[in-house]
């Protein structure tokens, strides 16, 4: 079955960091890139960045660079998602998400993790 | 960046009523669009993908069209299940990008 399961709820103060993982299972790591997306209470859907999990390179949205770290362990086919000097408007439910390569050369979001809260308060 | 602007932001309508939503693009992205259905705890699914292909084991009463600029999602007879919230994002190129959605209500 595939799937990608996320680590637990956190809370954390502002200035500090967080970590979060995203365990691939059931496909060949490898082969799709993971991208992370998150939703603020409220909000809307709001993309991050993403990892290519074979060659390790990364795009991070300008928004969150120098703040965001993707990184990848392919012996365990997990991703993790770094975020640094949080702030309380960084509390949001955090996915992981698997883009699929369809024929015709499209992509789409197919498999999502369930999320991962991430809530920042003093 | 490429902006994707959906609209209406939110919309009343009653079971069996037929849904249109409509998501523009700030520049031509072909045929790479996809809809996504929110709904509060639960994960987001993917609806459609390629402007109008439908993702398996979603219902044919949704139906995605257009291609450029201007993009449809079509919910031919709307059913209980269907009161969320939908997004559109392009994969035309990174950063990838979501509409700011749109919310399906109860008439």
């Known amino acids: 079955q595939e799937q990608l399961v996320q680590s637990g709820a956190e809370v954390q103060r502002p200035g500090a960091s967080v970590k979060v993982s995203c365990k691939a299972s059931?496909?060949?790591?490898?082969?799709?890139?993971i991208h992370w997306v998150r939703q603020a209470p409220g909000q809307g859907l709001e993309w991050m960045g993403l990892?290519?999990?074979?060659?390790?390179?990364?795009d991070i949205a300008q928004k969150f660079q120098g703040r965001v770290t993707l990184t990848r362990d392919t012996s365990i086919s997990t991703t993790y998602l770094e975020v640094k000097r949080l702030r309380s408007d960084d509390t949001a439910l955090y996915y992981c998400?698997?883009?699929?390569?369809?024929?015709?050369?499209?992509?789409?979001?197919?498999?999502w993790g369930r999320g991962t809260m991430v809530a920042v308060s003093s | 960046d490429i902006q994707m602007t959906q609209s209406p932001a939110s919309l009343s309508a009653s079971v069996g009523d037929r849904v249109t939503i409509t998501c523009r693009a700030s520049q031509s992205i072909g045929s790479r669009l996809s809809w996504y259905q929110v709904k509060a705890g639960k994960v987001p699914k993917l609806l459609t993908y390629g402007a109008s292909n439908l993702e398996g084991g979603v219902p044919s009463r949704f139906r995605g069209s257009g291609f450029g600029t201007d993009f449809t999602l079509t919910i031919s007879s709307l059913q209980p299940d269907d009161f969320a919230t939908y997004y559109c994002q392009q994969s035309y190129n990174f950063p990838r990008t979501f509409g700011h959605g749109t919310k399906v209500e109860v008439k």
């Open positions: 998400v698997r883009e699929y390569h369809y024929e015709g050369d499209e992509y789409a979001f197919d498999m």
């Open positions: 059931g496909y060949r790591f490898t082969a799709y890139y």
């Open positions: 990892i290519n999990p074979g060659r390790g390179g990364s």
